[in-house]
């Protein structure tokens, strides 16, 4: 059993989360925030047979759309420097954990 954990965009987590339970999955949806941009976003996570991880994850990627996102101007960049002109981001379309599970339960 593996855990996967996958970032995506609010845009793309109803197809997604559709597209995993049509396909059997059972998904946990979080409301998570990026510590960059501090947009919110969604974070899924999946319990899957390892057997079907790559499978999940195609299913994922394939869903999941590039966006591209200004940075806020308040967002420092790095030392005491901020952006005064609008710049963006590209993100998404997901970014993926596969963790090992110990153990698992349902009772
Ligand atoms: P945020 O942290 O809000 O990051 C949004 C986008 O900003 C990132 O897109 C990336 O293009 C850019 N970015 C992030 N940190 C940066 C930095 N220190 N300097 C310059 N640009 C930076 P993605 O890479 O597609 O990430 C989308 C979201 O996925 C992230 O939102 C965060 O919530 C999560 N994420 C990505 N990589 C992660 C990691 N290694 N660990 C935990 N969460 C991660």
């Known amino acids: 059993m593996k855990l996967i954990l ?15 339970t ?3 999955f059972s998904v946990t949806k979080l409301a998570t925030t990026g510590g960059f ?7 899924i996570l999946l319990g899957v047979d390892e057997d079907r991880v790559q499978s999940a994850i195609d299913i994922i990627k394939d869903r999941s759309h590039q966006r591209k996102q200004a940075i806020p101007l308040n967002t420092e960049l790095e030392n005491h420097y901020y952006p005064h002109l609008p710049m963006e981001v590209v993100v998404g379309g997901t970014t ?12």
């Open 6 to 20: 996958s970032i995506i965009s609010h845009d793309d987590a109803k197809a997604v989360i559709q597209a995993l």
């Open 22 to 24: 049509q396909n059997g």
């Open 37 to 43: 941009l501090m947009f919110g976003n969604v974070t």
């Open 96 to 107: 993926i954990f596969v963790l090992n599970i110990e153990k698992f339960e349902r009772a």
